[in-house]
């Protein structure tokens, strides 16, 4: 019976270390997995910061061509106008100088 107690204890060993090498594997193959899900809660943080850009930049971009369009049209009403008035002025002027050449006619 010793020769059998002796042999269990010596295979016994093998398989202790066996698991002990399992166990490192195992703790290694977590720590290994933990990490990669931190980088991947991470990646998706920095795309959701992305994402939250792009869309500010989105609206930014659309408030900024409304904006456009109205200086745009303010632009044409500010050159138009300035052709009426710069009509109505070449007419006084015109009317002007005919009054001041009729006067000076007349003398």
Do not use: F, H, W
């Amino acid at each position: 019976m010793s020769d059998r107690s002796t042999n269990a204890a010596a295979s016994a060993e093998p398989a202790i270390a066996d698991v002990d090498a399992a166990t490192r594997r195992l703790m290694a193959a977590l720590d290994a997995l933990e990490s990669a899900v931190e980088r991947r809660r991470e990646a998706d943080r920095d795309e959701n910061e992305l994402a939250s850009r792009i869309q500010a930049l989105g609206a930014d971009r659309s408030r900024l061509a409304d904006e456009l369009d109205n200086s745009l049209v303010k632009t044409r009403k500010l050159e138009r106008t300035n052709r009426e008035i710069a009509e109505k002025l070449d007419t006084a002027i015109g009317t002007i100088r005919a009054v001041l050449d009729a006067g000076e006619d007349t003398r």
